[in-house]
């Protein structure tokens, strides 16, 4: 049966379950989840390159704990924040049940944001607080922080390397978000969509938000030739 258009499009918002792992992501995806939803490590944090799913992780977990009730919790990008005052934005934060916090690397030369960060993980673990996974492009001891201090506390406890999915790990994501979507991703279409855009997995996404949008506009299945219309491929 041919693929019928919906009358609206489905979002793929980052859960725990679309979460893609490939063979090299099953141990990170474990962590979150038993530190979210379960009696998990109080510390996490995350690290690896651009489109590896450090942010899908974080931003899922912070997603799960809200929408399963198990506390609340709550998703910062740091490198869209490191231009405020560190207080004004943390305050309150050690009360809740998680805090999710992505991009470290942001606030390599910020000073006040290490000191600040530094102090917020001693009151999280002396005081019972927030739980705390945290993210960033490299392994805490080459973030580049100025503040030994912090270094060492991010060092702390468990550290976790999350790995890019390979091609056929690639295509498998995008058949999956496409179902969620209510669109069919077949095999021949993926792997001409990923021979022809950027290898990241945020891209590809991209790219089939793109093509969603047109396939409802058009209300047309997502074909090779479909694909070279849109994308101008």
Known sequence: ?????LAMSLTDEPTLDNFITGAGNRLALAAVTQQALENGEWYLYLYGNQGCGCSHLLQAAAAAVNEQQAGSAVYIALDTVV???????????????????????????????????????????????????????????????????????LSWGI?????ELDDEEKLEA???????????????????????????????????????????TEKRKITVPFVKAVMAW
Request: glycine share 8%; charged share 25%.
């Open 1 to 5: 049966m041919e693929q019928m258009a």
């Open 159 to 163: 550290v976790i390397q999350l790995h």
């Open 83 to 153: 231009n405020r005052l560190p207080g004004e934005v943390l305050e309150g934060c050690d009360e809740i049940s998680l805090v999710c916090l992505d991009n470290l690397q942001a606030v390599a030369d910020r000073a006040d944001w290490q000191e600040a960060l530094f102090h917020f993980y001693n009151r999280c673990r002396d005081g019972g607080g927030a739980k705390l996974l945290l993210a960033g492009n490299s392994t805490p001891q080459r973030l580049g922080l100025s503040l030994a201090d912090l270094e060492s506390r």
């Open 174 to 216: 995008l058949a999956a978000h496409g179902r969620q979507r209510g669109l069919e991703i077949t095999a021949e279409v993926g792997q001409f969509i990923l021979a022809r855009s950027p290898r990241h997995i945020a891209e590809l996404l991209t790219v089939l938000e793109r093509l969603d949008q047109a396939s409802l």
